[in-house]
């Protein structure tokens, strides 16, 4: 089990960037792959993205494909999702997530209390 705690979040316009961290405790955190979902109000959690446990592979979602980067520092048992050419669209709670096996998109056992990021247009 690893404990997950997101930051970042926060209000930015239109175009603009963020960076959302997602630090983890425990000594395995190198073993999990990590995943980014979101959740907008009144809608479902879905799947932003997701790194390897080596962080040399990474998968997205087509809606933030280009625009959104994840990248992981093992030693500082911490991943990261930047965020550039945000749309309001991207307006939601962002939670980390940890996975030890399943495809990219599944087997999340873990998770973050979320943050908030609010894009205004």
């Known amino acids: 089990q690893v404990q997950l705690v997101e930051s970042g979040g926060g209000l930015v316009q239109a175009g603009g960037s963020l960076r959302l961290s997602c630090a983890a405790s425990?000594?395995?955190?190198?073993?999990?792959?990590m995943g980014w979902f979101r959740q907008a109000p009144g809608k479902e959690r879905e799947f932003v993205g997701a790194?390897?446990?080596?962080?040399?592979?990474?998968w997205y979602a087509d809606s933030v494909k280009g625009r959104f980067t994840i990248s992981r520092d093992n030693a500082k048992n911490t991943v990261y999702l930047q965020m550039n050419s945000l749309k309001p669209e991207d307006t939601a709670v962002y939670y980390c997530a940890a996975a030890l096996g399943g495809r990219p998109r599944e087997g999340y056992a873990d998770w973050g209390q979320g943050t908030q990021v609010t894009v205004s247009s």
């Open positions: 425990g000594r395995t955190f190198s073993s999990y792959r």
């Open positions: 790194i390897s446990w080596s962080g040399s592979t990474t």
